[in-house]
Nanobody, 129 residues
Framework: VKVMESGGGLVQTGGSLRLSCTVS??????????MGWFRQAPGKEREGVAC????????EYGDSVKGRFTISRDNAKNTLYLQMSSLKPEDTAVYYC?????????????????????WGQGTQVTVSS
């Protein structure tokens, strides 16, 4: 399984970025899987950012990003997105896309990174003040 994130970069406070994640090599079709975004800042634990169900109709967000970030997916392209707006310096982290081990998108799943497998290498997002 190959998971590849892209779209990170350096942005000023209040700016926007869109992250993308392409997935290939899954056992089942991409739209059989709920998907999630996590992030990890230096010296901190991995934090659940957002997840989306297989169809894209149901989403969950971590409290720190609710109202600013939007997760979406294009099943025809095997691609997951994270639109980030009103970025803050505390959003600075490496952002990871992940496929769950059969778990479904939920607030509980976002608090349990171990429920996710097939992680990408991550993409760095840096928000300058």
């Amino acid at each position: 399984v190959k998971v590849m994130e892209s779209g990170g970069g350096l942005v000023q406070t209040g700016g926007s970025l869109r992250l993308s994640c392409t997935v290939s090599g899954l056992t089942f079709p991409f739209d059989d899987y709920d998907m999630g975004w996590f992030r990890q800042a230096p010296g901190k634990e991995r934090e659940g950012v957002a997840c989306v169900n297989w169809s894209g109709n149901d989403t969950e967000y971590g409290d720190s990003v609710k109202g600013r970030f939007t997760i979406s997916r294009d099943n025809a392209k095997n691609t997951l997105y994270l639109q980030m707006s009103s970025l803050k310096p505390e959003d600075t982290a490496v952002y990871y896309c992940a496929v769950p081990h059969g778990a479904v998108c939920s607030i509980q799943a976002l608090s349990s990174p171990s429920d996710f497998g097939h992680w990408g290498q991550g993409t760095q997002v840096t928000v300058s003040s």
